[in-house]
């Protein structure tokens, strides 16, 4: 609280990067990207592109591992590794993983959800049937 962490705020994991008046900013000195490969595996991993639904990733690896990307797993997501359509796998039964061969990957995820596909087809039938009952009842 202005230059002093609190007594109940884990000292060990969050440090002071600046403060003022009464607020602090902190930061997580074990944070982790949500996104590696499985423990045993090497390689690098570089963020290329991100928006809203789509991840694009460059991977290199010198062996066969999958590819952990901590997004709750659901039926919208989409896979393809150097342009191949891929299936995705649930890591730990609750996030994204995907298999990838030695060498360079290009990997592309994408989440296209259900129910926005449906609102938009129902908020075009409403508009539509607006209109029609202003043209017919005016």
Request: aromatic share 14%; net charge neutral; proline share 4%.
């Amino acid at each position: 609280v202005g230059g002093k962490i609190p007594h109940y705020i884990n000292q060990k994991k969050w440090q002071e990067v600046y403060y003022e008046g009464p607020v602090s900013i902190l930061e997580n000195k074990q944070y982790q990207k949500p996104y590696f490969l499985e423990s045993s595996a090497s390689g690098e991993i570089k963020l290329i592109t991100q928006s809203d639904n789509s991840f694009h990733f460059q991977i290199n690896t010198p062996q066969r591992t999958k590819f952990i990307f901590m997004e709750n797993y659901d039926s919208g997501w989409s896979a393809r590794v150097s342009g191949v359509p891929t299936s995705i796998e649930k890591y730990q039964d609750t996030f994204i993983s995907v298999q990838l061969s030695s060498g360079k990957n290009d990997v592309i995820l994408t989440h296209s959800s259900s129910s926005v596909n449906i609102n938009y087809k129902l908020a075009i039938v409403i508009f539509v049937l607006t209109i029609a009952y202003i043209i017919v009842f005016s």
